[in-house]
């Protein structure tokens, strides 16, 4: 990459990533607790990941290698994007393999394969506070975070129960850390929630526009909150990936025609990829080739 | 024990602020005792402070000076100076009051009105209904009225839930306001035999009657409180 | 006859810089009783039930409270963690405007059960339970408690937010004008209600009305207040029947007869 002497290392300068790196070791000592931070005006509109870019900005080393994955796909937009902003300001080794990355900016999932020490998972978070829709007001939810007044987050899931029989909230599923502090997992299916818990990696989260950073120790106890009669629950899936086959993986669904053809396949691209490579084919695969 | 009643030099006025604070002396050194299984009946000229006075026992009015002597809870208590909670703890224990005019209260039914004093004191509802059944149907209450709020019943249906609701409970002191005022000859005979009933059980009674075919049958003294007119005080 | 005060209130003012709130007031408050303080707009009433209610910091004074481990607890020095508990738990608070009091845009059935949740009741089927048996208390329909009191009469809202309070059996509720806003024929309504729970419960309660006849129908005793200091006080048919002060005389006089 060319132009590099025009940025300061990983685009922001030094006493904003100190900052910033402040900031985050009081998340990391604090689990679950958000930490406000100066969030700054980065090259792209709230909403596209400031605050994820930021944390991994500050965390970032020459050495690390970088993945950046949006809704588990590596080939989309803001990925992309992402991707090309650090490949350009850092000149970082960058992959689409999970095993291979040292820092994973993510928005909204968690890789399926497992994360191991070492590995950080960053996570662009756009509303970081999860009493917000209940209580709109900030002196009040931080008193609540203070003093552990979470009956509200229970109210949202009486709420979900008795409209629709059962808790039907599915992504930015709440969780309690440590025991302690009530957190918003950003907007990730409630199907990776369990992912978090006791995760070998270290995980971090960056809210730009709400000027928060939060953060999941490697080892944490992350619980999904729930009730005794109706417990928490991950995603099922019926089929298995029409692609490689895997089951027990989070699946989006895939409109392949407009006479209502379409396919479930993995979310996550790396992980489909990887099946396949190794001779996994789920249906689609099968017919395509018996096609050939 | 068998004075349940002292009443020891109660003085009442009232200054009327609205009125340039004109003072308005009501009675003065009321003194009486009343015995147990004795109906005192005051009497004298309307206006001369006999219901008053039944406020002053009641608590509802306040008293100038002297004392108000009830025995309660095997102890003496000075309602006079009591505190509000002992006074109304002196009410759901020891002193009933069957005044003139029922205060009606919304949506309850007359049966539970009438039961609701023996409710306080701790009986459970079916007895507490059970006995407040016995003593409507003993007044003549019709029983369609029973489940019914007395707000639109008749002054003499009104009075007898009145009634019943005063005679319920086994107060050692009971005060009567007019108690016969609007009921017919029948159920001024019944309201007779009742207060008749009390006083075998050794209840001190106090009225007021202007009927004076019941006050005689009734009164075992009658008290004539222009004794206590506070123009005689100051003579 | 409990001997022991629940609510001691010493000497308590409260100054807003140098206007008077209320100043001077004591008295006792025993389980199971109700006290009305009435006075017209200004006189301090409601200045005085925040300060008993620690929705206000009194300027002096002390106000205690009897917890239910025996021990009394000055308010002003309790942590706040331990005295939001204390709110949400062993005491009510009934808004004159129910919306103040309520979580409008969540249903009947989370209202009341909030504050079982806030305690750490943790069972869906208990806590619907417990709201649905309290709506039936509040003669709420069961097939409201899926909808938010949005869709809610004034009458209903002031009896779900009543509801909302008592669900955790609360030793001692603080009622702002709690019929403040309603029909006449509605008000007659609640009043009864508050009457029958507050006699059922054996509730202690605190209720601020400028409205005579709801302090004759609901309250033990009352205490008359002006200019905020309390002039008048004592069982309320005594003062209701027998006004001593001018200002009480005043107030009575100025009753409509109906």
Same mark, same amino acid.
């Not at chain 1, 027990?248 to 379409?262: A, H, I, Q, S, T």
């Not at chain 3, 969540?106 to 089927?125: C, F, I, K, P, W």
């Not at chain 3, 309660?205 to 005793?221: E, F, G, Q, Y």
């Given at each position: 990459?060319?132009?590099?002497?025009?940025?300061?290392?990983?685009?922001?300068?030094?006493?904003?990533?100190?900052?910033?790196?402040?900031?985050?070791?009081?998340?990391?000592?604090?689990?679950?607790?958000?930490?406000?931070?100066?969030?700054?005006?980065?090259?792209?509109?709230?909403?596209?990941?400031?605050?994820?870019?930021?944390? #991994?900005?500050?965390?970032?080393?020459?050495?690390?290698?970088?993945?950046?994955?949006?809704?588990?796909?590596?080939?989309? #937009?803001?990925?992309?994007?992402?991707?090309?902003?650090?490949?350009?300001?850092?000149?970082?080794?960058?992959?689409?393999?999970?095993?291979?990355?040292?820092?994973?900016?993510?928005?909204?999932?968690?890789?399926?394969?497992?994360?191991?020490?070492?590995?950080?998972?960053?996570?662009?978070?756009?509303?970081?506070?999860?009493?917000?829709?209940?209580?709109?007001?900030?002196?009040?939810?931080?008193?609540?975070?203070?003093?552990?007044?979470?009956?509200? $987050?229970?109210?949202?899931?009486?709420?979900?129960?008795?409209?629709?029989?059962?808790?039907?909230?599915?992504?930015?599923?709440?969780?309690?850390?440590?025991?302690?502090?009530?957190?918003?997992?950003?907007?990730?299916?409630?199907?990776?929630?369990?992912? $978090?818990?006791?995760?070998?990696?270290?995980?971090?989260?960056?809210?730009?526009?709400?000027?928060?950073?939060?953060?999941?120790?490697?080892?944490? !106890?992350?619980?999904?909150?729930?009730?005794?009669?109706?417990?928490?629950?991950?995603?099922?899936?019926?089929?298995? *990936?029409?692609?490689?086959?895997?089951?027990?993986?989070?699946?989006?669904?895939?409109?392949?025609?407009?006479?209502?053809?379409?396919?479930?396949?993995?979310?996550?691209?790396?992980?489909?990829?990887?099946?396949?490579?190794?001779?996994?084919?789920?249906?689609?695969?099968?017919?395509?080739?018996?096609?050939? | 024990?068998?004075?349940?009643? @002292?009443?020891?030099? @109660?003085?009442?006025?009232?200054?009327?602020?609205?009125?340039?604070?004109?003072?308005?002396? =009501?009675?003065?050194? =009321?003194?009486?005792?009343?015995?147990?299984?004795? *109906?005192?009946?005051?009497?004298?000229?309307?206006?001369?402070?006999?219901?008053?006075?039944?406020?002053?026992?009641?608590?509802?009015?306040?008293?100038?000076?002297?004392?108000?002597?009830?025995?309660?809870?095997?102890?003496?208590?000075?309602?006079?100076?009591?505190?509000?909670?002992?006074?109304?703890?002196?009410?759901?224990?020891?002193?009933?009051?069957?005044?003139?005019?029922?205060?009606?209260?919304?949506? =309850?039914?007359?049966?539970?009105?009438?039961?609701?004093?023996?409710?306080?004191?701790?009986?459970?509802?079916?007895?507490?209904?059970?006995?407040?059944?016995?003593?409507?149907?003993?007044?003549?209450?019709?029983?369609?009225?029973?489940?019914?709020?007395?707000?639109?019943?008749?002054?003499?249906? +009104?009075?007898?839930?009145?009634?019943?609701?005063?005679?319920?409970?086994?107060?050692?002191?009971?005060?009567?306001?007019?108690?016969?005022?609007?009921?017919?000859?029948?159920?001024?005979?019944?309201?007779?035999?009742?207060?008749?009933?009390?006083?075998?059980?050794?209840?001190?009674?106090?009225?007021?009657?202007?009927?004076?075919?019941?006050?005689?049958?009734?009164?075992?003294?009658?008290?004539?409180?222009?004794?206590?007119?506070?123009?005689?005080?100051?003579? | 006859?409990?001997?022991?005060?629940?609510?001691?209130?010493?000497?308590?003012?409260?100054?807003?810089?140098?206007?008077?709130?209320?100043?001077?007031?004591?008295?006792?408050?025993?389980?199971?009783?109700?006290?009305?303080?009435?006075?017209?707009?200004?006189?301090?009433?409601?200045?005085?039930?925040? *300060?008993?209610?620690?929705?206000?910091?009194?300027?002096?004074?002390? =106000?205690?409270?009897?917890?239910?481990?025996?021990?009394?607890?000055?308010?002003?020095?309790?942590?706040?963690?331990?005295?939001?508990?204390?709110?949400?738990?062993?005491?009510?608070?009934?808004?004159?405007?129910?919306?103040?009091?309520?979580?409008?845009?969540?249903?009947?059935?989370?209202? @009341?059960? !909030?504050?079982?949740?806030?305690?750490?009741?943790?069972?869906?089927?208990?806590?619907?339970?417990?709201?649905?048996?309290?709506?039936?208390?509040?003669?709420?329909?069961?097939?409201?408690?899926?909808?938010?009191?949005?869709?809610?009469?004034?009458?209903?809202?002031?009896?779900?937010?009543?509801?909302?309070?008592? @669900?955790?059996?609360?030793?001692?509720?603080?009622?702002?004008?709690?019929?403040?806003?309603?029909?006449?024929?509605?008000?007659?309504?609640?009043?009864?209600?508050?009457?029958?729970?507050?006699?059922?419960?054996?509730?202690?309660?605190?209720?601020?009305?400028?409205?005579?006849?709801?302090?004759?129908?609901?309250?033990?005793?009352?205490?008359?207040?002006?200019?905020?200091?309390?002039?008048? +006080?004592?069982?309320?048919?005594?003062?209701?029947?027998?006004?001593?002060?001018?200002?009480?005389?005043?107030?009575?006089?100025?009753?409509?007869?109906?």
């Amino acid at each position: 990459m060319t132009d590099l002497a025009t940025y300061n290392f990983a685009y922001l300068d030094e006493q904003t990533k100190r900052m910033i790196r402040r900031a985050i070791l009081k998340a990391i000592a604090i689990p679950g607790y958000q930490v406000p931070f100066a969030s700054r005006e980065m090259p792209m509109p709230y909403g596209w990941g400031t605050g994820g870019v930021q944390v #991994t900005a500050s965390i970032l080393g020459p050495k690390d290698v970088l993945k950046v994955i949006d809704q588990g796909a590596d080939d989309t #937009t803001n990925a992309v994007s992402i991707r090309a902003f650090f490949q350009k300001v850092a000149d970082v080794a960058v992959t689409t393999k999970t095993k291979e990355a040292t820092i994973i900016q993510t928005r909204h999932r968690i890789p399926e394969e497992g994360l191991r020490e070492g590995q950080t998972l960053v996570y662009q978070v756009p509303i970081p506070e999860p009493l917000r829709f209940l209580e709109p007001r900030e002196t009040e939810t931080r008193k609540m975070h203070a003093l552990e007044e979470y009956g509200l $987050m229970h109210v949202k899931l009486y709420e979900d129960i008795a409209r629709n029989g059962h808790i039907a909230t599915t992504y930015a599923y709440p969780v309690k850390v440590e025991g302690r502090y009530v957190m918003d997992p950003s907007p990730t299916p409630k199907f990776d929630n369990p992912k $978090m818990h006791m995760s070998e990696a270290l995980q971090l989260f960056g809210a730009g526009r709400e000027k928060r950073i939060y953060a999941v120790p490697p080892y944490t !106890e992350v619980v999904s909150l729930d009730f005794e009669d109706h417990p928490f629950e991950v995603q099922k899936f019926d089929k298995p *990936c029409a692609l490689c086959g895997a089951e027990n993986v989070y699946l989006d669904e895939v409109v392949l025609d407009d006479k209502g053809g379409r396919m479930f396949a993995c979310s996550d691209t790396d992980h489909c990829e990887d099946r396949r490579d190794c001779g996994h084919a789920g249906h689609m695969l099968a017919r395509k080739e018996a096609a050939e | 024990m068998a004075t349940p009643l @002292v009443v020891s030099e @109660v003085a009442k006025s009232f200054t009327m602020h609205l009125r340039d604070g004109i003072r308005l002396p =009501v009675v003065a050194n =009321v003194t009486f005792s009343v015995k147990a299984g004795e *109906c005192v009946v005051l009497g004298g000229p309307s206006g001369v402070g006999k219901s008053s006075i039944l406020k002053m026992l009641y608590g509802n009015y306040g008293v100038d000076e002297g004392q108000i002597l009830m025995e309660h809870d095997g102890k003496l208590v000075n309602l006079a100076t009591a505190e509000p909670r002992t006074v109304l703890e002196v009410r759901r224990a020891t002193l009933g009051y069957v005044s003139q005019f029922l205060r009606v209260v919304p949506r =309850v039914s007359a049966l539970d009105i009438v039961a609701e004093p023996l409710q306080g004191r701790g009986v459970a509802i079916e007895d507490a209904r059970a006995r407040a059944a016995e003593l409507l149907s003993k007044l003549n209450l019709p029983t369609a009225l029973w489940s019914l709020p007395p707000a639109t019943f008749s002054g003499g249906e +009104q009075q007898r839930v009145n009634i019943a609701r005063g005679f319920i409970t086994d107060h050692k002191i009971l005060l009567l306001d007019e108690p016969t005022a609007s009921l017919d000859a029948k159920n001024r005979a019944v309201v007779v035999e009742m207060i008749a009933e009390k006083k075998a059980k050794g209840t001190a009674l106090i009225g007021i009657f202007h009927d004076e075919e019941v006050r005689d049958v009734v009164a075992d003294r009658i008290l004539d409180v222009s004794a206590f007119s506070p123009r005689n005080a100051a003579a | 006859m409990s001997a022991v005060p629940l609510l001691k209130v010493n000497d308590v003012s409260k100054f807003y810089g140098s206007r008077i709130g209320c100043r001077n007031v004591s008295f006792d408050l025993f389980p199971g009783e109700v006290l009305a303080i009435v006075g017209e707009s200004g006189s301090g009433k409601t200045t005085l039930l925040s *300060c008993l209610s620690t929705r206000l910091m009194p300027t002096s004074g002390i =106000v205690e409270y009897h917890m239910r481990d025996g021990q009394y607890r000055d308010l002003a020095r309790m942590g706040e963690a331990e005295r939001r508990f204390l709110m949400r738990t062993d005491w009510g608070f009934v808004h004159q405007n129910p919306a103040d009091g309520l979580r409008m845009t969540v249903s009947a059935g989370a209202n @009341v059960g !909030e504050r079982l949740m806030a305690v750490g009741d943790r069972h869906y089927g208990n806590i619907r339970a417990a709201a649905s048996d309290w709506l039936e208390r509040v003669e709420i329909g069961i097939d409201r408690i899926d909808d938010q009191p949005r869709a809610f009469s004034g009458g209903m809202r002031q009896r779900l937010q009543i509801a909302r309070n008592l @669900v955790t059996s609360p030793r001692l509720v603080f009622m702002d004008e709690p019929t403040g806003g309603l029909d006449v024929s509605v008000q007659a309504r609640l009043l009864d209600l508050v009457r029958g729970l507050v006699h059922d419960l054996g509730l202690a309660a605190i209720i601020v009305t400028h409205d005579l006849a709801v302090a004759r129908l609901l309250s033990h005793r009352m205490m008359v207040m002006k200019d905020g200091a309390v002039i008048e +006080q004592g069982l309320t048919d005594r003062v209701l029947d027998d006004p001593r002060e001018p200002y009480t005389q005043l107030l009575v006089s100025s009753i409509l007869q109906v």
